[in-house]
């Protein structure tokens, strides 16, 4: 089993539509989450962080269960601008010293 | 603007020789910065850890002697891919611990090896 896993996709969604993307994790003591952001050919930028109380950003919002390890984010009203791909990552130590990443999953939203 | 700057963005070179990737961080002090690769449709894997002034701590797999790591100050570390082959090409990703822990990515160099 990886130790991140997504659906790649890619995700085609109209402009406005809500999309949700789910991220399973093996380690079950992992401590931290986040969502990137990656546009083709740059770099990954960070989204968000993930908290277990869930937590909202704008349009975005992101979920943790610990009991069945996966984190989801959430977008609602999307954007053209949302085109990207999205990647879970996870850090199971703590301090971010080894991140580990997700393959993303790609979202392309149609005019 | 950048917090990370990462040089140069693009770079293509013959097979065998060698390319260096700097990687800065540039308004504060990084005792740790991060080299990763990323192959086309695949996830970011982290190649090794840089730590100011001692030796990189290479992952599983990743050759220290073709991937050299030097992080002489606490705003810089490079990574030299020495005798490059059409293989390594790739897009190679450095980030950057603050002391709260906090990453900032580079900007990411694209090596292509003709």
């Known amino acids: 089993r990886k130790e991140v896993e997504q659906d790649p996709g890619p995700f085609n969604v109209p402009e406005g539509a809500t999309v949700a993307f789910n991220c399973t994790y093996s380690n079950s003591a992992s401590q931290s989450f986040f969502w990137y952001r990656q546009d083709c050919r740059k770099e990954p930028k960070l989204l968000m962080s993930v908290y277990s109380s869930g937590n909202e950003d704008g349009r975005f919002t992101a979920q943790l269960n610990r009991a069945s390890q996966y984190i989801s984010l959430l977008i609602r009203d999307s954007k053209l601008s949302d085109s990207a791909t999205y990647l879970c990552?996870?850090?199971?130590?703590?301090?971010?010293?080894?991140?580990?990443w997700g393959l993303g999953t790609s979202l392309a939203v149609n005019p | 603007g950048a917090v990370v700057s990462q040089h140069p963005s693009w770079v293509i070179c013959k097979s065998g020789t060698s390319v260096k990737i700097e990687c800065r961080s540039l308004d504060f002090q990084a005792t740790t910065m991060f080299w990763y690769r990323q192959f086309p449709k695949q996830s970011l894997m982290l190649m090794a850890t840089?730590?100011?002034?001692?030796?990189?701590?290479?992952e599983q797999g990743v050759e220290k002697d073709k991937f050299l790591i030097n992080h002489a100050s606490l705003t810089l570390s490079t990574l030299t891919v020495t005798s490059a082959h059409p293989e390594d090409s790739s897009f190679y990703i450095c980030s950057a611990m603050t002391d709260g822990n906090t990453i900032y990515f580079g900007e990411g160099s694209w090596l292509t090896v003709v």
């Open positions: 840089s730590n100011e002034g001692s030796k990189a701590t290479y």
């Open positions: 990552v996870v850090n199971p130590r703590g301090n971010n010293r080894k991140l580990i």
